[in-house]
């Protein structure tokens, strides 16, 4: 990982939200709680929240990095508008504690390169109190040493790598908020092994953690069935060798974690070689409408993007635009026809938002008197009985900086889905699999859409 030295002031400019177009090119590809029983050293000279570096008697400055133009463009990037649209919808509705959350994003075009130099900007320039979902495995990895020794509060990561909560004594400000990688393997690898066992099956895996910890926990439950693992390079748009040797393989059962634009290159790379196999995406790269889209941009029109994806199998963790009656999509539709920009509701814009809602409560629940430390004495401490809208509990302690602990397998027919199993939760390494008991899924958001000051 890149460690960056907080001397440098990097005078990149970025893209911030409130400018941004959705030119975003496709083959650029693309509760109460306080700190006490800490020795945490805090970053506040006096201990107080509006001395705070961030934070104000009326205000609140988080940052964020995602990739608003290049290769993870294409859906990433509305993600910042939907966490923006409940932020507002929050300071509409009186802030937290009288305070506005100001929320600034800055485009890193998925290069990490490019998030040093934005999260360089953020921290030393912008002075923010928290980043808050900077996105992307190889990104994020970049600048994840660099807000744990300047002590900013890297708050629920949009990735589910193992990096961002395995290991909170060398990470001890990060926190992931998905469900991670290795436990979204071995569910699907389970039931994989359970249901599909003559399946042979083939591995489509982006070429760092991501890939990696995916294939980890496949492995735990299907080492044997699988006959090929091929990984792709981000940026690098052919896949023809990949899908060439997954075919040569016999691999009649592909897994893909990757992201969205490389489920579409890899469907239209396998339509275009005659490879006619059953597929899973991770939830990172299942989305139906987007995934239709590429396609059709990438083939020039030659394929219809519509149903895609029909009968692909992915996992979900959070309730999405296939359940417009659930209370949370209800929530997030009134969320975005009253602050969002222009465009439909998605997933992607979903995804944000559910994110805000959790470092909403997470401020809420640390306080009035807010500093960085207090708010990651606060996560450790009740993270795991944080509401919302996820299917499975939050898995965070002072032991344990891991998100959401479970999904469910499903598959995509149009804009619905049918379920192939419960909600199933886990742990990384050999934690057993079980049926989600705690009734998460049923939670339903307060009146108000913001979550009560602790």
Not at 44 to 65: F, L, N, P, R
Not at 145 to 161: I, K, R, T
Not at 325 to 354: C, F, H, K
Not at 399 to 405: C, Q, V
Request: charge should be negative.
């Amino acid at each position: 990982m890149t460690s960056l030295d907080p001397r440098r002031r990097r005078g990149a400019r970025a893209v911030r939200l409130g400018s941004l177009t959705a030119a975003a090119t496709a083959l650029t590809l693309g509760l109460a709680a306080c700190g006490a029983g800490s020795d945490r050293e805090s970053s506040s000279e006096d201990g107080g929240g509006a001395t705070e570096t961030g934070v104000t008697e009326d205000s609140i400055k988080i940052g964020a990095h995602f990739p608003l133009t290049g290769v993870a463009a294409p859906g990433y990037s509305e993600i910042p508008t939907g966490a923006k649209a409940y932020f507002d919808y929050v300071n509409e509705n009186g802030g937290v504690y009288d305070r506005q959350i100001e929320y600034l994003v800055e485009d890193d075009a998925y290069n990490p390169s490019n998030t040093s130099r934005v999260t360089d900007q953020l921290v030393l320039e912008d002075e923010i109190f928290a980043m808050v979902g900077g996105l992307g495995t190889p990104t994020h990895s970049a600048v994840i040493d660099f807000l744990n020794a300047e002590q900013v509060p890297d708050m629920f990561v949009s990735s589910g790598a193992l990096a961002w909560g395995e290991d909170p004594e060398e990470n001890p400000y990060t926190f992931s908020w998905q469900p991670d990688y290795e436990i979204e393997g071995k569910i699907i690898g389970q039931y994989i092994a359970e249901n599909m066992p003559d399946a042979k099956v083939g591995l489509f895996l982006q070429d760092d953690d991501f890939g990696d910890d995916g294939e980890a926990g496949v492995r735990q439950y299907i080492d044997d069935q699988i006959v090929e693992s091929v990984r792709y390079t981000s940026g690098n748009t052919d896949v023809g060798p990949q899908i060439s040797a997954l075919q040569a393989s016999g691999a009649d059962l592909v897994l893909g974690f990757n992201v969205p634009s490389y489920t579409a290159l890899s469907q239209l790379t396998a339509q275009q070689l005659g490879y006619d196999a059953d597929w899973y995406y991770s939830n990172v790269g299942s989305d139906p409408a987007l995934v239709g889209s590429l396609l059709e941009r990438f083939s020039e029109g030659a394929v219809d993007g519509g149903g895609a994806l029909d009968g692909v199998m992915t996992s979900e963790y959070i309730p999405g635009t296939d359940q417009p009656d659930d209370p949370w999509v209800q929530l997030w539709q009134e969320v975005w026809d009253a602050s969002g920009e222009e465009g439909e509701l998605t997933n992607y814009r979903i995804y944000g938002m559910s994110q805000a809602y959790a470092f909403v409560q997470a401020l809420m629940a640390t306080g009035p008197d807010l500093t960085r430390d207090g708010l990651v004495e606060t996560v450790e401490e009740i993270g795991a009985d944080l509401g919302g809208p996820p299917l499975a509990p939050f898995r965070f302690s002072a032991d344990s900086h891991m998100g959401i602990s479970g999904v469910r397998i499903v598959e995509l027919q149009g804009n619905e889905t049918e379920e192939l199993t419960p909600v199933l939760v886990t742990d990384i390494g050999d934690a057993p699999i079980e049926e989600e008991s705690s009734g998460s899924a049923d939670d339903a958001p307060p009146e108000s859409g913001i979550p009560e000051e602790g």
